[in-house]
Each structure stands twice: as structure tokens, then as C-alpha cells.
């Protein structure tokens, strides 16, 4: 089936994308079909508002990741940002730029997977901007969440005292990247190409469908630990520390021997006769959540399931370090983006 | 001068764009430079959401474009959305994507746009994401505004005997798309080529520097007039009558010779031979508000500055039509984007 977009014109493919949009917050007032979205939350709630822009050839290559995923994705990593800050989502808007060579099953392929994010997450989709492109795909979505009044979790709490934590494990989205690569390389050409993928499916997986750690948030809560600073780890462990560290007017050392890291993304660094520990600080895409805790919680925050501490917080004049397996002191970089 | 932007890196370039954002609006706790901007509105206020994205060779064309006020038409027509739900825009979070040709002054330009933009209308820039893009420019801008709790004006609330009121004039910005694509094709070619808008100033004003009717707003509260339905007029007159009835459930009717068109516009028109009706019905971008009042408020809406009754609602089995000078009857059709 193949429906071109123009046979239902911009009005009739918006009708059809966000056809039965459940509503899964008392907050959604209006949805879907007016100038704006209407959200009213409970009193003595701060609204927390995020956005992020994924673009066709730089944030995704159609070749091998499916439109379901890259919405997916797309809703995932937005998520992700209101969870760095103690909050909940609760509603998303998604302007989509698409090019003719798009069709109208190919975008509800992506709304499936906006569908299902939002599902897993309780988020309600209530608006948007469709338009055409003439350059690939471009996916904006920004998301509006909530937290109790004064209880968001800024980058600029730490102490130079707090012990630094992360949950999950590092670098496996980006060593899903280079696989991906590899296996689109290999298909160069070929008609009947089969990409392996055994015994990496977890690489692939964290690349191509990333969660949110909303579970950290809970289990944070149940825990009665209140973290003092907070972001998640979009661009890399390292770029992310020096944000917490510039915000808070702190520096930091980290262990490298406390760095999580996949059984699977240390044998794929060694396959590709890659840094594993450089693929762990700088790769970006993990959408773990780093933050900080005061001393007093080191035991309560040792207790809690996939958060591991891996380091601690220090004097702004001590800079930003990772201490390697022999004690020598490595300075911390940012990456940022590298396309422009 | 023309600094790279990669001799910044990203988060230099947030830094430089972002530097000294004022603080307009009680309701910004945190701006740039966290996961989420947190905002904190009065209680009893509903939250308005509304998403707008521009992209090059779609919505705009850099060769006769100036950046500064592609900037400011990218927050004006999001502003004008939260108008046209009764509401005040407070803060607006910007999605940009720039290909390796831009500079850092480039963007500075836009930003000055964006910041011009947010100061006439007091709204807050609070966050966004820069990235790069294989495609030239990207603009994902967000706004969030706020309404008293429950006043929402919607499309959907129009009766079939409302009367039918728009602001300001119409077709006057597609009048000057023409224009400046006019003066563009005799450009070709020509090096010191002088582009002649003499006497058509407000058509390329009312296309590169559009306003949003706060103004408008403002009147129908001090005259005390709730409009029952509204939208902006972005697409077009006809297709956003038609949304109106659509969300109404009503039929309506309006009349060719109550359309405000201003003489430059229809100067155009002659000119370029074209249809003066269809243009001010179907060419868009003219950010006027659209919005139906009861019967009973006709005095007092005709005593408003700058609003027009252009007609009135009726049943919905009468469909929606305008009413041609000599009484014909032609039924309205929705332009929706033309583009794929």
C-alpha cells in the first residue's frame, strides 16, 4: 500500500495521523485540532517544557533504522530530558517536515511508534505541525511535563563533596552506531544482504529503540533520595559531567574502573580495535540519568538497583578528571556536536 | 566577519546566542541552560501549547529573506497561535538546524529576530536545541502561553447565527511573496540588480515582518466581547472559515464585498493579473484573527478598531460559501500546504 500524501492533502493527513489519540492525563484539556493545545495541571506544579530536532542524515539513516524506531526515539529522548529534572511527562507536540518521497503509510509508521512512546510513558500527543520538506526527513518534537512546585532538579546543585552516579551502563548505543555502519558498509551492493547481528543485540537495541529511565526517577523517590543536580546523558558521560561541574561551580573525578560498560560494547570496541573507555565517556545516546548525591546517601544510593557511583564531586580548581586504572589523572573534554 | 561556527563548537554557540536572554515574565523560574526550562504559572491558569516549523526552500527563501526578520516571523507566527486561543504567549523554546554554509554572525542575526520578537511581545526565550543539518536552515519554534483557567477561546464554539469578524486586511503577504519572487526572477543574472517595491512597501512588510493582533485581543477584553470561536489566519481565509465550521459543526456565509483588502494589495493584483478575491480568500500568512461573536454583540463589535463583519454563521446542511458581489453563491474550498 502506498498512499501519496497529496491524495489526502495536509488537512486529510493530519485527520488520519492522530485519528483515536487516547487521553492518558487529566491534565490534557485540549488536544489535537485547535491554534493550541490546552494542559491545566494541579496547583502547586511547576511546568517543565524541552525540545529536541532530529534530522535526516545527521541524527538517522533511513538505510537501517525503521520509521517506527525513529519515532519512537524521537518521543524517548524528549522524555528523557523531563526525567533529568525530577518531573513527569505528561503531553508532546511534533512538528514533522517530510519529502515527497515519503508516503502517507511511511508517516503513520512513524506515528506508530510516537503512538507507543507515548503509550509506555503515559504522555498524551496533542499537537503539531506537519509541512512539506525538501530535505529529508526533520523531526521536532518538544514535550511538557510536570513537578511539584520547587522540586525540579537543576544541573547546578552539586556540592564539591556529592558522590556522582549513573544508571545503566555507557557507550552501547554508540557501539550500536558503529555496527550499524559496519553492516551497511558490508550491504554495499549486495542484493540479498543479511546484517549479523548475533551476539550484539543489545548494541542494536540501545541505538535503534533507547528508554528513558523513568524507573531511576521512582526508585529514587521510594528511596527518599533527592539528588542534588541532575542531567541525562544525551552527547556523552564526559560532556555531561562538565556540564553538572559548570552549572555547580564544581570539578569531578570519575574511576574509570567504575565506568559501566556491556559485556557486548567492550567486545565490539575490541572488534573495531576501539578506546573502550573513550566509547564510554564521549558516545553519547545513552539516555542514562547522571546526578548527585551528598555523602550521607552513599549508602542508600549503593543500595539502589542499576545506579552505580563513580565518583565524586570536587573543588572547582581541582577541574574535571577521569582517574585511570593507575591512579594518572586524564582531563575531561566535551564533545557537542561534531557535524558542523 | 565570518566566524565557523565549529571554531565555537556547540556549546559555545549556545552560549553566544543565548547570552543575557532577559527575564520578562514572573512565570520563568529557569531558562536556557538545563534539561528543561521550569515554568511556574499563577494558579487557575491553563497552559497553551502551540509548535510551528519553517523550512528553507519550503517557507522561506534566504536569497530575498533578511535572517533577522526570518527570526522574528518565526516567533510572531507561533505568538499569533496563542492569541487566537485567547491566551498570552510567555515563553518560546527555538529548534534550529543549520547547514556548514551559516556562520556564527548568521545565526546571531536570526537570534536578533527571535530577540526583538520576544521583546515586543514580553515573551521569554527559555530553551531550544541547535544542531547541525545536511539541509539547509531548520526553525522549530515552540511557544507556551497562558490563559485564565477555563477561557480558552476554541474553534469549535461557533453558533450557526454568530457573526463572522477578521482583523486587519487580507492577501496583503501574498501579494508580497509575489512581489519579491517577481523582483528575485528579474535579479537574475545581474549584479548590482536594485529590487523596485516603491509604493508596495506594506505588501513586503506584511510578508518579511508579519505581526501578531495582540492588539486585537486586547480590544475584544476592554469592550468585554468573548469571542465563540477563533483561529489565526495563516493558510488562508477560506480554509481556516472552513475549520472554524468544521470544529462548529455549522455551515457559513460571507460576503466578497465585506473582505478588508488593502489598495496596495489589490494594485498587486491588477498587476500580476491576478484574482484579488482568491488571493485575500487563499493566500495566507496574513496572522489576522478570525473569530465569530453572537448576534447580540454586532454594535459593539463594529465599534472595535481595525475588525471587520465579513459575514455569519449558519446551519452546517448549508455548507460554506462566499457570497459574490452580484449574490452568487461559491462554495469555499480548503488550501491546506501545496507542496508534496
Known amino acids: 500500500m502506498e498512499t501519496e500524501i497529496s491524495s489526502l492533502g495536509e488537512f486529510g493527513l493530519i485527520d488520519r495521523l492522530t485519528a483515536e489519540l487516547p487521553k492518558l492525563n487529566d491534565s490534557t484539556i485540549k488536544s489535537v485540532g485547535d491554534d493550541a493545545a490546552v494542559i491545566r495541571y494541579e496547583s502547586k506544579r511547576d511546568v517543565l517544557v524541552s525540545t529536541d530536532m532530529l534530522l535526516e542524515?545527521?541524527?538517522?539513516?533511513?538505510?537501517?533504522?525503521?520509521?517506527?524506531?525513529?519515532?519512537?526515539?524521537?518521543?524517548?529522548?524528549?522524555?528523557?530530558?523531563?526525567?533529568?529534572?525530577?518531573?513527569?511527562?505528561r503531553q508532546l507536540v511534533v512538528g514533522l517536515g517530510v519529502s515527497t518521497r515519503f508516503t502517507v503509510e511511511h508517516l503513520e509508521e512513524l506515528y506508530a511508534g510516537l503512538r507507543l512512546a507515548c503509550e509506555v510513558y503515559g504522555v498524551d500527543l496533542v499537537g503539531g505541525d506537519t509541512t512539506a520538506s525538501r530535505a529529508g526527513l526533520v523531526i521536532s518534537a518538544t514535550v511538557i511535563g510536570d513537578v511539584e512546585e520547587g522540586k525540579a532538579v537543576h544541573r547546578s546543585g552539586a556540592k564539591p563533596t556529592d558522590l556522582i552516579c549513573v544508571s545503566g551502563d555507557l557507550g552501547a548505543a554508540y557501539m550500536g552506531l558503529q555496527l550499524l555502519e559496519r553492516e551497511k558498509a558490508a550491504s554495499a551492493g549486495q542484493k540479498d544482504f543479511v546484517p549479523d547481528f548475533s551476539g550484539k543485540e543489545y548494541l542494536v537495541e540501545r541505538q535503534l529503540k533507547p528508554e528513558a529511565r523513568r524507573d531511576i526517577i521512582k526508585e529514587l523517590?521510594?528511596?527518599?533520595?533527592?539528588?542534588?543536580?541532575?542531567?541525562?546523558?544525551?552527547?556523552?558521560?564526559?560532556?555531561?559531567?562538565?556540564h553538572l561541574c559548570k552549572a555547580s561551580k564544581t570539578g569531578c573525578r570519575v574511576y574509570e574502573d567504575r565506568i559501566p560498560i556491556d559485556y557486548q560494547t567492550a567486545v565490539m570496541a575490541e572488534e573495531l580495535n576501539?578506546?573502550?573507555?573513550?566509547?564510554?565517556?564521549?558516545?553519547?545516546?545513552?539516555?542514562?540519568?547522571?546526578?548527585?548525591?551528598?555523602?550521607?546517601?552513599?549508602?542508600?544510593?549503593?543500595?539502589?538497583?542499576?545506579?552505580?557511583?563513580?565518583?565524586?564531586?570536587?573543588?572547582?580548581?581541582?577541574?574535571?578528571?577521569?582517574?585511570?586504572?593507575?591512579?594518572?589523572?586524564?582531563?575531561?573534554?566535551?564533545?557537542?556536536?561534531?557535524?558542523?
Open 57 to 89: 542524515g545527521i541524527h538517522f539513516d533511513l538505510t537501517y533504522v525503521p520509521l517506527k524506531h525513529l519515532g519512537y526515539k524521537a518521543a524517548v529522548v524528549n522524555f528523557s530530558d523531563i526525567y533529568a529534572m525530577n518531573g513527569t511527562p
Open 221 to 242: 523517590a521510594d528511596a527518599g533520595i533527592t539528588p542534588t543536580s541532575m542531567i541525562d546523558v544525551s552527547d556523552g558521560l564526559s560532556s555531561e559531567l562538565m
Open 274 to 340: 576501539m578506546n573502550l573507555v573513550t566509547a564510554a565517556m564521549n558516545g553519547g545516546e545513552d539516555y542514562e540519568l547522571l546526578f548527585t548525591v551528598p555523602l550521607t546517601a552513599h549508602e542508600a544510593v549503593s543500595q539502589l538497583k542499576g545506579v552505580r557511583v563513580i565518583g565524586h564531586m570536587s573543588p572547582e580548581d581541582q577541574g574535571c578528571a577521569l582517574i585511570g586504572r593507575n591512579g594518572e589523572e586524564l582531563p575531561l573534554k566535551a564533545q557537542g556536536f561534531t557535524h558542523l
